[in-house]
């Protein structure tokens, strides 16, 4: 039996492009971990359910675990990696989770941060319910969510009072 | 000055690395090593006649095949039995690779390792395996009745029988003013971590030694495990847990199947080997929980005091019992929760099905408990015509009889005696948070409005803490910094922040100066792991015990360093100093180099430090007898007993007339862990406990078919709850602190998650008026209740 062949792709992932060599059916989820070895974004369930390995593909939310990473040939792509402030401290979303315990195990959370970063770039100052439906397609084993909803709100606000930018 | 940090809201220092995606899960973990997957049975019963593996040779990328056929000695043998117990008279455990049979779907028949997961996976579905097909025997009732048998030698399908009794329960019943029986049944869940299990096993050929990184609650007696597996001295194996996503009970479990494997594989093949579980493995050969029916019968007075309580309950331990007799065991004590009925009767059957095996999942039996002893209180409530919170407080222990010993023997072999609790208390703060006397007028004017809202409590006492102990190492660097380690592991409860905020207070020192490391036998051999809530009470107690020990040897040092009396001294900011004159002091850091009396002064620190040394006598060895260099120390905590927390919870439901939809309007929690160490970590365990409890209740439900196939291994179908599910959770907390450890602390992991069914289901019973019996319950469930349903 052959190996499967492979296929040239360039991805830019948080700003660096980055040429990879994948075969047609590598996900795109393993391509961000194993092949670029970005490891913060995490799988949950490889069927589009959990969200852990949401990341975000020109500006959306998209579960990498449903994606190949040949589609992504091309995309511009932030992970969790790339929601931090520029000097690799903690980003808005990052610093929100942090001051409100919105992660316990932290598995699900690279998933959330980038929902929640492409969210508010949508929505600067969601209301409770819009924070809450907002991270509702997300599973977390842990936390119950109630801090996760305040994390979202704090989050709006700290990225309010440093202006914008992600 | 230092500030005290013991019960502050202390942001969590694991965090910043987390967040931003610098956290090593397993996964994340050797991208180069080979990749395993397992060959597993997609039948719930059978015998494998043959494993033919010969279409599968050619594939690129192939580095072995296993079967247990290549298992000689020890690794070929059964997986241990974890707990044995007297009454386990059939215990039975699985082999690393089925031998002959399979007793479950999922089971695993043969190991593929490979360049990577995909090849591996490829080269899986090419092998074909025979199979003579024999009865499955799925669910509690068709277990029961014996007539197909899931272990040949096993007669009925019973693996233990056990009874306890305190009092002559029947008699008590039969002499009762009023008497009831009651017919209950829970559902299997499971513990779902959002990570599965893996692990990562590496040979160091020259060396002769084994590391394996896995993804476990115990990696102390994972590398006892696999030392006595694979026939290796165990000071050859070390095991590392890595950040860990979740373990909610099911990785206490241990050797798994695939640690046995990927480590055998490792040393076999002198190269890494990786497994890492995906999450329909997850589902069909990890572990369950909870699938329990019960009998009740008893009695009680007019005032609706519980005289004689009688339980009869069958315990679904699925294929295999590697973890004992511990759930049904807890069921069958916790049931009990703040109350003292004058008898108590219970037996138990723990019975085999051709289904995953059945391990702790958080609660470990306890939900199951609290949902039958509170259906009693609420069945005598109705049939009095009493208040229910009336009714729990008739029956509570009271304050004044901690401890209060119930006759019977715990989880850990030790006797069942609450240490300490004020449950009347609790009651009141829970009546108060809620509105729980104004509700009825509220129900009246939903009722006048055409809708249906109803109220439900539910109490339960968790003993927590277990034993046997944890132990701490502490060691002061001579730069100043703390070094912590605790043998049992970690999983996202924050013990790091927990851990750090109890040394740094002990030892004088801030936050940031404390560094702890959790699970890694490298730094700390001696320990049992992270389950039944015990790392506040063990390890938490241990480092402070430690602490002390280390704190005592600084004061010691510097005493003679600044010739003064060590009642003298105190620890101020990381300074040993004289009390009352800050100016004569000396950092901790100093006190480690001169702790460790080095020929040479080889930086910054040692060459200040030895400006306070004191001359030494020369007729003395420079580490006198019984000391030991370094400003270091190691200390256990063994309590006598268990520490029991309490809570209880009330949650107000609303129920849709024409759909049968259930949702909660309000959930309310008040929690009794003893004294709080850090009030943000509990009430986070707390919002999980609850969102668990909440899917327990309404969601979730492993279900099999009839053939044993689990229909809905995905999170497609095994609906856990999202955001939208999980209600807002309100929290009152009371602190009786436990007077059995220097902490005064209880657990506080599982709490949140033991009344939920319980609560859940007298408000539903509250709003429609149809009495409960099973739990989860769906709308549908509900709908067709209330199509069967007859009040009589």
Known sequence: MSTDALHDITITINGVPRKLQVPARRLLSDAIRHDARLTGTHVGCEHGVCGACTVIVDGAPVRSCLMFAVTADGADIVTTEGCRAPDGAMGPVQQAFRECHALQCGFCTPGFITTISAFLETNADPTEPEAREAIAGNLCRCTGYQNIVAAVLRAAEIRRDAGPGR | ?792
């Not at chain 2, 034993?467 to 409860?493: A, K």
């Not at chain 2, 241990?542 to 001294?569: I, M, Q």
């Not at chain 2, 029991?644 to 309000?666: S, Y």
């Open chain 2, 1 to 792: 000055m230092t500030t005290k940090l013991f019960g502050q809201r202390v942001p969590r220092v694991e965090d910043p690395r987390l967040v931003r995606g610098d956290g090593r899960y397993l996964d994340d973990l050797g991208h180069d090593a080979l990749a395993a997957a397992f060959v597993r049975s997609p039948h719930a019963h059978a015998r494998v006649v043959d494993v033919d593996v010969s279409a599968a040779l050619d594939v690129d990328g192939l580095v072995a095949i296993y079967t247990h056929e290549d298992l000689a000695g020890r690794v070929g043998e059964p997986l241990p039995l974890l707990i044995p117990h007297p009454t386990l008279t059939h215990g039975r455990t699985p082999y690393a690779l089925a031998k002959a049979e399979v007793n479950h779907v999922g089971e695993a028949i043969a190991m593929v390792v490979a360049a990577d997961r995909y090849v591996a996976e490829d080269v899986a579905a090419l092998i074909d395996v025979s199979y003579e097909f024999l009865p499955p025997v799925v669910g509690i009732v068709k277990a029961r009745d014996g007539s197909a048998l899931v272990h040949d030698d096993v007669p009925g399908n019973v693996a233990a029988t056990m009874l306890q009794e305190v009092g002559d329960a029947a008699a008590v019943i039969d002499g009762s003013a009023h008497h009831q029986s009651l017919s209950l049944s829970i559902e299997r869940s499971a513990s779902m971590p959002m990570e599965g299990k893996g692990a990562l096993a590496r040979w160091d050929a020259d060396d002769e030694s084994l590391l394996v990184h896995t993804s476990t609650q115990t990696s102390t007696s994972v590398r006892q495990a696999l030392a006595a597996k694979l026939g290796l001295p165990v000071d050859r194996v070390e095991v590392v847990t890595p950040d860990v996503g979740g373990g909610f009970g099911v990785k206490i479990v241990h050797p798994w199947p695939e640690e046995v494997m990927v480590s055998w594989a490792a040393i076999r093949l002198g190269r890494p080997v990786k497994w890492v579980e995906d999450r329909r493995e997850h589902f069909i050969s990890s572990a369950h929980e909870r699938g329990q029916l019960h009998e009740v019968e008893f009695g009680y007075d007019d005032e609706g005091r519980l005289l004689g309580l009688s339980v009869r309950f069958w315990h679904d331990n699925g294929a295999y019992t590697p973890y004992g007799l511990i759930v049904p065991i807890i069921t069958s004590t916790q049931l009990l929760g703040p109350y003292k009925p004058v008898a108590y009767r219970v037996e138990f059957q723990s019975l085999y099905t051709n289904t995953v095996m059945v391990t702790p999942y958080r609660g470990a039996g306890r939900p199951q408990g609290c949902f039958v002893m509170e259906r009693v209180m609420d069945a005598i409530a109705r049939d009095l015509g009493l208040d229910r919170a009336v009714v729990r407080e008739r029956n509570f222990i009271s304050p004044d009889e901690m401890p209060y010993d119930h006759g019977l023997i715990f989880q850990d072999g030790r006797p069942l005696i609450y240490d300490s609790g004020d449950f009347p208390a609790t009651l009141a703060k829970l009546k108060h948070l809620v509105g729980w006397d104004e509700f009825a007028a509220q129900r009246d004017q939903a009722r006048a409005e055409g809708r249906r809202v109803g109220i439900g409590l539910a109490c339960y006492v968790e003993g927590t803490g277990v034993g046997p102990y944890e132990g701490g190492h502490i060691r002061v660097e001579t730069d100043g910094s703390v070094v912590v380690s605790t043998g049992l592991t970690t999983q996202g409860q924050g013990h790091q922040t927990m851990l750090a905020q109890i040394v740094a207070d002990e030892l004088g020192v801030s936050m940031d100066r404390v560094r702890v490391t959790t699970g890694d036998t490298r730094r700390f051999k001696y320990a049992v792991g992270t389950f039944a809530s015990r790392t506040a009470v063990m390890s938490g107690s241990a480092v402070a015990l430690t602490a002390r020990t280390v704190r005592a040897k600084a004061l010691k040092v510097a005493a003679d360093a600044l010739e003064a009396s060590e009642e003298d001294l105190e620890i101020v900011d990381g300074h040993v100093q004289v009390k009352g004159s800050p100016g004569a002091r000396i950092d901790l850091g100093a006190v480690a180099v001169l702790s460790n009396p080095l020929r040479y002064a080889f930086d910054e620190a040692a060459a200040r430090a030895t400006q306070f040394a004191v001359p030494s006598d020369p007729n003395q060895p420079p580490v006198g007898p019984g000391e030991e260099p370094g400003l270091e120390g190691t200390d256990y905590y063994s309590p006598v007993g268990s520490t029991f927390a309490n809570g209880m919870h009330a949650v107000i439901v609303e129920t849709d007339p024409d759909t049968a939809e259930i949702t909660i309007l309000r959930y309310c929690v008040v929690h009794d862990c003893g004294t709080i160490i850090n009030p943000m970590i509990v009430e986070g365990q707390v919002h999980g406990g609850v969102a668990q409890g909440v899917g327990g209740a309404l969601y979730e439900r492993i279900e099999y078919d009839d053939s044993g196939q689990l229909v809905n291994a995905s999170f497609m179908d095994f609906l856990m709850p999202y955001a939208s599910e999980v209600p807002h959770i309100e929290i009152d907390h009371l602190e009786t602190p436990s007077p059995l450890n220097p902490l005064g602390v209880k657990g506080a992991g599982e709490a949140g998650v033991i009344p939920g069914s319980a609560a859940i289901a007298s408000a539903i019973e509250d709003a429609e008026g149809i009495v409960i019996r099973a739990m989860p319950i769906s709308p549908s469930d509900l709908f067709d209740l209330r199509g069967r349903y007859s009040p009589s």
